[in-house]
């Protein structure tokens, strides 16, 4: 069965700090991997990742993706208030079917 | 442009009765997707529709259908509700099946 596991399940930290987010994923045929960003409504896209080592980076957010291990990680430096959201990972799978993580909820204090 | 738009935004249904749920998109994607969303549980791929005329089960469809009416338009529907259908429901799309997927603002739904 197809499995994608995010961790922490949240995370509380100060503002100014750095965070890093975990996926791991198991599934049957890995096509990409993507991380969006959930505030209080629809998620928003972040980034989309394939390749193996490649750093994707958005401002203060980055992302990277180990297909041989298979995880990835997002960071997020200098954290604001504004970050706080839940983080959702996403596996897209070989038949175009899609598996989510149940996400990472980071809140970040003043 | 509007993006990705659903509605209704809020229903509440009684146990057994049906309902329709509407996607549209202005963004002149192929692909469209309806997915649910519950507490802990992050969200679960219901159906999609890799293009205009197909439609495929995602990884829960039992108690659902969908119609891909147009290339804008997207519907779900529950033929008789259940309780265990109670869950935000959004619809996203994408330019093609491997690319990211942009999301609707969602509809909650509760059945009782």
């Known amino acids: 069965e197809d499995k994608v596991v995010q961790s922490p399940l949240s995370l509380v930290v100060h503002e100014g700090d750095t965070v890093t987010l975990n996926c791991s994923y198991e599934?049957?045929?890995?096509?990409?991997l993507l991380w969006y960003k959930q505030e209080k409504k629809a998620p928003t896209f972040l980034f989309m990742l394939?390749?193996?080592?490649i750093e994707k980076k958005s401002g203060r957010l980055s992302s990277i993706l180990d297909k041989k291990e298979l995880f990835s990680i997002l960071n997020i430096t200098a954290t604001q208030t504004g970050d706080s959201a839940v983080y959702l990972c996403a596996v897209r799978v070989d038949n175009n079917d899609m598996r989510f993580g149940a996400g990472t909820r980071l809140t970040v204090k003043p | 442009n509007a993006g990705v738009t659903q509605t209704p935004k809020f229903q509440v249904l009684k146990t057994g009765q049906s309902m329709t749920l509407q996607c549209a998109q202005d963004?002149?994607?192929?692909?469209m997707y309806w997915y649910r969303q519950d507490p802990g549980m992050g969200l679960r791929l219901i159906y999609y529709s890799a293009s205009e005329g197909t439609t495929d089960k995602g990884e829960v469809p039992n108690g659902y259908n969908v119609s891909r009416l147009n290339k804008r338009e997207f519907s779900l529907r529950l033929e008789s509700a259940a309780p265990s259908q109670t869950s935000v429901y959004f619809c996203a799309t994408s330019r093609h099946t491997d690319y990211e997927q942009y999301f609707g603002p969602g509809t909650r739904l509760t059945v009782t």
């Open positions: 963004m002149n994607h192929n692909s």
């Open positions: 394939t390749s193996s080592g």
């Open positions: 599934v049957t045929n890995f096509r990409s």
